[in-house]
């Protein structure tokens, strides 16, 4: 089983729609969750970050993080056009020697005006 | 402006002929990282450094190798470069691992 699954999708959605995204995990020490937006030819930008579990909420995005359940999920309201990149959530435990972020493969979204 | 820079941005090379992708951040970050990027695998760590001269390996270290000799700068030599070294490259910088990762635009790299 792979540390991170994502869906890499693509998710189509018309505008205004709400969208979730979501992240499964493997690894029970990751304690810092980060969602990262990249627009087509471009690097990845923070969009969210979330230590431990509970609610994250800014504007029209909210993320979630569920340990007990290894998963955590993205949502935006009333999506955009502006919206449309790709999704990568990341993960990290930072302890002991383990000094690395985690990716999943990203999500492709498209929001359709 | 606070931001990573990458050069070059797009290289098309051979097989075996040495190069350099170089990166440099102006933010004081002490942690930095490089990642490729290929369809269907996603983004994942070759080499990161938490600094000066202290360096370690990702996920996918075959092939590379890096140095970290000043703070603002992580350069990444592929001594012999191959075709499965074609990829999408990016540089990270960040304060702390579990701080935001500022990313570099990208480096396209094509080895015929």
């Known amino acids: 089983q792979k540390e991170v699954e994502q869906d890499p999708g693509p998710l189509s959605v018309p505008e205004g729609a709400i969208v979730s995204l979501n992240c499964t995990y493997s690894n029970s020490a990751f304690q810092y969750f980060m969602w990262y937006r990249q627009y087509s030819r471009k690097g990845p930008e923070l969009l969210m970050y979330?230590?431990?579990?509970g609610n994250k909420e800014d504007g029209r995005f909210t993320a979630q993080v569920d340990k007990s359940s290894k998963y955590i999920s993205l949502f935006i309201r009333d999506s955009q056009p502006s919206d449309s990149a790709t999704y990568l959530c990341a993960m990290s435990d930072s302890g002991g020697s383990n000094y690395k972020l985690t990716f999943g493969k990203g999500t492709l979204l498209t929001v359709n005006p | 402006e606070a931001q990573v820079t990458q050069n070059p941005r797009y290289l098309i090379t051979v097989t075996g002929k040495k190069l350099t992708v170089t990166c440099s951040q102006n933010?004081?970050?002490?942690?930095m990282s490089w990642y490729r990027q290929d369809p269907g695998l996603g983004l994942r760590q070759i080499y990161y450094s938490m600094n000066v001269e202290v360096t370690d390996k990702g996920d996918v270290p075959e092939g590379y190798k890096v140095s970290r000799k000043e703070k603002r700068n992580f350069p990444l030599i592929l001594e012999s470069p191959s075709p499965n070294q074609t990829s999408l490259y990016f540089c990270a910088s960040s304060t702390g691992l579990t701080d935001e990762q500022f990313f570099g635009p990208g480096t396209r790299l094509t080895v015929l």
């Open positions: 933010m004081n970050h002490e942690y």
């Open positions: 979330t230590y431990s579990s």
